[in-house]
């Protein structure tokens, strides 16, 4: 099923991350989801409003696990 893909996730992801870190490609798809995890958590508010939703990553982390 086309919705169970993670290329136009990982595209868009790709992006985001370009745009928010300065990730070059390379540097994205060498890394894991923890690594933009970790620094996609620099922008959410302290009251956790904002920035990345931490449930929507964690269920991608674990639909397309590392390795």
Same mark, same amino acid.
């Given at each position: 099923?086309?919705?169970?893909?993670?290329?136009? =996730?990982?595209?868009?992801?790709?992006? &985001?991350?370009?745009? &928010?870190?300065?990730?070059?490609?390379?540097?994205?798809?060498?890394?894991? /989801?923890?690594? &933009?995890?970790?620094?996609?958590?620099?922008?959410?508010? =302290?009251?956790?409003?904002?920035?990345?939703?931490?449930?929507?990553? =964690?269920? *991608? *982390?674990?639909?397309? /696990?590392?390795?």
């Amino acid at each position: 099923m086309a919705h169970d893909r993670l290329e136009p =996730a990982a595209i868009a992801l790709a992006g &985001v991350m370009a745009r &928010v870190a300065g990730w070059r490609p390379d540097e994205f798809w060498m890394a894991t /989801p923890a690594d &933009v995890r970790a620094t996609l958590e620099g922008w959410v508010d =302290a009251d956790g409003h904002g920035g990345v939703d931490g449930a929507a990553l =964690a269920a *991608m *982390m674990e639909r397309f /696990p590392d390795g």
